[in-house]
Protein backbone atom coordinates (compact mmCIF):
# COMPACT_ATOMS: atom_id res chain seq x y z
CA UNK A 1 0.00 0.00 0.00
CA UNK A 2 2.41 2.25 0.29
CA UNK A 3 4.22 1.87 -2.85
CA UNK A 4 0.66 2.90 -4.45
CA UNK A 5 0.56 5.77 -2.48
CA UNK A 6 4.39 6.90 -3.54
CA UNK A 7 3.76 5.96 -6.77
CA UNK A 8 0.39 8.09 -6.91
CA UNK A 9 2.20 11.33 -5.18
CA UNK A 10 5.20 10.86 -7.64
CA UNK A 11 2.87 11.09 -10.58
CA UNK A 12 1.76 13.87 -9.66
CA UNK A 13 4.35 16.11 -8.96
CA UNK A 14 5.62 14.81 -12.30
CA UNK A 15 2.75 15.56 -14.17
CA UNK A 16 1.33 18.15 -12.04
CA UNK A 17 -1.82 16.08 -12.08
CA UNK A 18 -5.05 16.92 -9.03
CA UNK A 19 -3.67 16.07 -5.78
CA UNK A 20 -7.05 15.56 -4.26
CA UNK A 21 -7.88 13.08 -7.40
CA UNK A 22 -4.61 11.39 -6.86
CA UNK A 23 -5.45 10.70 -3.26
CA UNK A 24 -8.81 9.50 -3.65
CA UNK A 25 -7.26 6.90 -6.52
CA UNK A 26 -5.06 6.44 -3.90
CA UNK A 27 -7.44 5.60 -1.03
CA UNK A 28 -9.58 3.40 -3.51
CA UNK A 29 -6.20 1.88 -4.27
CA UNK A 30 -5.44 1.13 -0.58
CA UNK A 31 -9.17 0.17 0.04
CA UNK A 32 -8.67 -2.51 -2.68
CA UNK A 33 -5.48 -3.78 -1.69
CA UNK A 34 -6.37 -4.15 1.91
CA UNK A 35 -9.11 -6.25 0.15
CA UNK A 36 -7.08 -8.29 -1.67
CA UNK A 37 -5.11 -9.17 1.68
CA UNK A 38 -8.27 -9.40 3.29
CA UNK A 39 -9.53 -12.27 0.75
CA UNK A 40 -5.96 -13.51 1.03
CA UNK A 41 -5.58 -13.98 4.54
CA UNK A 42 -9.07 -16.14 4.46
CA UNK A 43 -7.80 -17.89 1.54
CA UNK A 44 -4.49 -18.57 3.96
CA UNK A 45 -7.18 -19.79 7.08
CA UNK A 46 -9.13 -21.47 4.92
CA UNK A 47 -5.65 -23.43 3.47
CA UNK A 48 -4.47 -23.85 7.01
CA UNK A 49 -7.84 -25.31 8.13
CA UNK A 50 -8.02 -27.54 5.02
CA UNK A 51 -4.50 -28.53 6.20
CA UNK A 52 -5.26 -29.30 9.80
CA UNK A 53 -8.72 -31.56 8.42
CA UNK A 54 -6.62 -33.00 5.70
CA UNK A 55 -3.59 -34.20 8.81
CA UNK A 56 -6.51 -35.57 11.03
CA UNK A 57 -7.98 -37.46 8.11
CA UNK A 58 -4.46 -38.98 7.44
CA UNK A 59 -4.39 -39.90 10.89
CA UNK A 60 -7.44 -41.09 10.96
CA UNK A 61 -6.64 -43.06 7.59
CA UNK A 62 -3.66 -44.23 8.49
CA UNK A 63 -5.28 -45.65 12.58
CA UNK A 64 -8.04 -47.70 10.43
CA UNK A 65 -5.30 -49.00 8.26
CA UNK A 66 -3.82 -50.59 11.11
CA UNK A 67 -7.15 -51.82 12.92
CA UNK A 68 -8.03 -53.34 9.51
CA UNK A 69 -4.01 -55.23 9.40
CA UNK A 70 -4.73 -55.79 12.86
CA UNK A 71 -8.23 -57.57 12.26
CA UNK A 72 -6.99 -59.14 9.03
CA UNK A 73 -4.33 -60.82 11.07
CA UNK A 74 -6.96 -61.82 13.60
CA UNK A 75 -9.20 -63.09 11.14
CA UNK A 76 -6.61 -65.09 9.63
CA UNK A 77 -5.70 -66.58 13.11
CA UNK A 78 -8.87 -67.61 13.86
CA UNK A 79 -9.53 -68.97 10.53
CA UNK A 80 -6.76 -71.11 11.01
CA UNK A 81 -7.91 -71.89 14.75
CA UNK A 82 -11.35 -73.08 13.24
CA UNK A 83 -9.73 -75.54 11.05
CA UNK A 84 -7.83 -76.82 13.38
CA UNK A 85 -10.98 -77.11 15.41
CA UNK A 86 -12.60 -79.27 12.67
CA UNK A 87 -9.45 -81.65 11.69
CA UNK A 88 -9.32 -82.19 15.92
CA UNK A 89 -13.10 -82.53 15.59
CA UNK A 90 -13.34 -84.94 12.79
CA UNK A 91 -10.33 -86.98 14.35
CA UNK A 92 -12.15 -87.06 17.94
CA UNK A 93 -15.33 -88.78 15.69
CA UNK A 94 -13.08 -91.23 14.24
CA UNK A 95 -11.89 -92.06 17.28
CA UNK A 96 -15.40 -92.40 19.12
CA UNK A 97 -16.39 -94.31 16.14
CA UNK A 98 -13.08 -96.82 16.87
CA UNK A 99 -13.69 -96.77 20.47
CA UNK A 100 -17.58 -97.79 20.68
CA UNK A 101 -17.14 -101.35 19.25
CA UNK A 102 -13.69 -101.45 21.37
CA UNK A 103 -15.71 -101.47 24.23
CA UNK A 104 -18.62 -103.92 23.20
CA UNK A 105 -15.25 -106.23 22.68
CA UNK A 106 -14.39 -105.66 25.74
CA UNK A 107 -17.69 -106.45 27.06
CA UNK A 108 -17.92 -109.98 25.33
CA UNK A 109 -14.59 -110.68 26.43
CA UNK A 110 -14.70 -109.73 30.37
CA UNK A 111 -18.07 -112.27 30.20
CA UNK A 112 -16.07 -114.85 28.38
CA UNK A 113 -13.41 -114.33 30.88
CA UNK A 114 -15.75 -114.68 33.87
CA UNK A 115 -17.77 -117.76 32.42
CA UNK A 116 -14.12 -119.54 31.88
CA UNK A 117 -12.37 -118.20 35.76
CA UNK A 118 -13.33 -120.43 39.30
CA UNK A 119 -17.24 -119.78 39.76
CA UNK A 120 -16.49 -117.77 42.76
CA UNK A 121 -19.46 -115.15 43.33
CA UNK A 122 -20.95 -116.33 40.83
CA UNK A 123 -24.38 -113.93 41.30
CA UNK A 124 -22.58 -111.17 42.15
CA UNK A 125 -20.45 -111.74 39.22
CA UNK A 126 -22.96 -112.42 36.28
CA UNK A 127 -24.87 -109.09 37.86
CA UNK A 128 -21.64 -106.97 36.97
CA UNK A 129 -21.82 -108.85 33.14
CA UNK A 130 -25.45 -107.82 33.14
CA UNK A 131 -24.99 -104.19 34.23
CA UNK A 132 -21.95 -103.72 31.54
CA UNK A 133 -24.48 -104.72 28.47
CA UNK A 134 -27.58 -103.17 29.70
CA UNK A 135 -25.01 -99.88 30.08
CA UNK A 136 -23.79 -100.13 26.55
CA UNK A 137 -26.87 -100.33 25.51
CA UNK A 138 -27.94 -97.13 26.98
CA UNK A 139 -28.46 -94.16 24.32
CA UNK A 140 -28.05 -91.60 27.83
CA UNK A 141 -24.46 -92.48 28.75
CA UNK A 142 -21.31 -91.52 26.71
CA UNK A 143 -18.95 -93.05 25.35
CA UNK A 144 -16.80 -91.99 28.33
CA UNK A 145 -18.97 -93.11 30.48
CA UNK A 146 -19.19 -96.30 29.10
CA UNK A 147 -15.11 -96.84 28.74
CA UNK A 148 -15.34 -95.56 32.53
CA UNK A 149 -17.59 -98.41 33.70
CA UNK A 150 -15.68 -101.19 32.04
CA UNK A 151 -12.19 -100.35 33.20
CA UNK A 152 -14.06 -99.82 36.59
CA UNK A 153 -15.36 -103.96 36.52
CA UNK A 154 -12.00 -104.73 34.89
CA UNK A 155 -10.18 -103.47 38.23
CA UNK A 156 -12.28 -105.16 40.43
CA UNK A 157 -11.83 -108.59 38.41
CA UNK A 158 -8.03 -108.27 38.09
CA UNK A 159 -8.19 -107.48 42.40
CA UNK A 160 -9.65 -111.07 42.91
CA UNK A 161 -6.22 -111.89 41.70
CA UNK A 162 -4.01 -110.71 44.50
CA UNK A 163 -6.81 -111.43 47.64
CA UNK A 164 -7.83 -114.25 50.20
CA UNK A 165 -11.70 -113.75 50.48
CA UNK A 166 -13.59 -116.32 52.37
CA UNK A 167 -17.93 -115.71 52.04
CA UNK A 168 -20.95 -117.27 53.02
CA UNK A 169 -22.78 -118.89 50.00
CA UNK A 170 -25.22 -122.27 48.90
CA UNK A 171 -24.80 -124.56 46.98
CA UNK A 172 -26.81 -126.00 44.36
CA UNK A 173 -28.49 -128.49 46.28
CA UNK A 174 -29.61 -125.35 48.74
CA UNK A 175 -26.93 -126.10 51.47
CA UNK A 176 -25.22 -123.25 53.36
CA UNK A 177 -21.62 -123.73 53.35
CA UNK A 178 -18.57 -121.24 53.67
CA UNK A 179 -16.56 -120.69 50.47
CA UNK A 180 -12.95 -119.59 50.08
CA UNK A 181 -11.11 -118.14 47.35
CA UNK A 182 -7.39 -118.02 47.29
CA UNK A 183 -6.70 -115.45 44.46
CA UNK A 184 -7.72 -116.94 40.93
CA UNK A 185 -5.61 -120.45 41.89
CA UNK A 186 -8.27 -122.00 44.34
CA UNK A 187 -11.36 -122.26 45.06
CA UNK A 188 -13.20 -124.11 48.35
CA UNK A 189 -16.07 -124.38 50.48
CA UNK A 190 -16.52 -126.29 53.69
CA UNK A 191 -19.64 -126.82 55.33
CA UNK A 192 -20.98 -125.66 58.54
CA UNK A 193 -20.57 -128.34 60.27
CA UNK A 194 -17.17 -128.74 59.10
CA UNK A 195 -17.98 -132.40 57.96
CA UNK A 196 -17.45 -131.93 54.29
CA UNK A 197 -15.26 -129.71 52.50
CA UNK A 198 -14.22 -129.41 48.16
CA UNK A 199 -12.26 -127.73 46.26
CA UNK A 200 -12.99 -126.80 42.42
CA UNK A 201 -11.19 -128.38 39.64
CA UNK A 202 -10.59 -126.63 36.74
CA UNK A 203 -10.10 -129.56 34.67
CA UNK A 204 -12.84 -131.28 34.94
CA UNK A 205 -15.53 -128.21 36.14
CA UNK A 206 -16.53 -129.44 39.17
CA UNK A 207 -15.76 -129.78 43.44
CA UNK A 208 -13.66 -132.95 44.32
CA UNK A 209 -13.48 -133.93 48.10
CA UNK A 210 -10.97 -132.95 50.25
CA UNK A 211 -9.71 -135.16 52.99
CA UNK A 212 -10.40 -134.54 56.91
CA UNK A 213 -6.55 -133.15 57.21
CA UNK A 214 -7.40 -130.88 54.14
CA UNK A 215 -11.08 -130.02 55.93
CA UNK A 216 -9.39 -128.68 58.85
CA UNK A 217 -6.34 -126.74 57.04
CA UNK A 218 -9.53 -125.10 55.33
CA UNK A 219 -10.69 -124.05 58.24
CA UNK A 220 -7.59 -122.04 59.43
CA UNK A 221 -7.74 -120.63 56.10
CA UNK A 222 -10.86 -119.39 56.50
CA UNK A 223 -10.43 -117.96 59.99
CA UNK A 224 -6.85 -116.19 58.44
CA UNK A 225 -9.43 -114.88 56.23
CA UNK A 226 -11.98 -113.57 58.18
CA UNK A 227 -9.22 -111.98 60.44
CA UNK A 228 -10.33 -114.45 63.04
CA UNK A 229 -6.54 -115.55 63.33
CA UNK A 230 -3.18 -114.67 62.67
CA UNK A 231 -1.36 -115.28 58.93
CA UNK A 232 -0.23 -118.62 58.80
CA UNK A 233 1.48 -120.92 56.35
CA UNK A 234 -1.59 -123.34 55.25
CA UNK A 235 -0.81 -126.57 53.09
CA UNK A 236 -3.95 -126.13 50.35
CA UNK A 237 -4.55 -128.68 47.62
CA UNK A 238 -4.48 -126.61 43.80
CA UNK A 239 -5.07 -127.66 40.66
CA UNK A 240 -2.31 -128.58 39.28
CA UNK A 241 -0.36 -126.22 36.55
CA UNK A 242 -0.35 -127.43 32.56
CA UNK A 243 2.86 -128.50 30.99
CA UNK A 244 3.46 -126.44 28.23
CA UNK A 245 2.72 -127.34 24.99
Excluded: W
Excluded at 38 to 51: F, M, P, T, V
Excluded at 94 to 118: A, K, N, Q
Excluded at 166 to 184: H, I, M, N, P, S
Excluded at 227 to 234: F, N, P, S
Amino acid sequence: MRIAIIAYITAVFCFGGDLDAVLNEASASVESAAAIQGKIDALDDESKALYDEYRMLARQIEMQERYNAELESLIASQAAEAESLKRQIATIDETMRSVLPMIRRMIDSFETFVSYDLPFLPTERADRVERLKNMFARADSSIAEKYRVVLEAYAIENEYSRTLEAYAGELEDGRAVDFLRVGRIGLYYLTRDHDEGARYDMDKKAFLPLKSSEREALLDAIKIARKERVVDLIALPLNAPKAAE
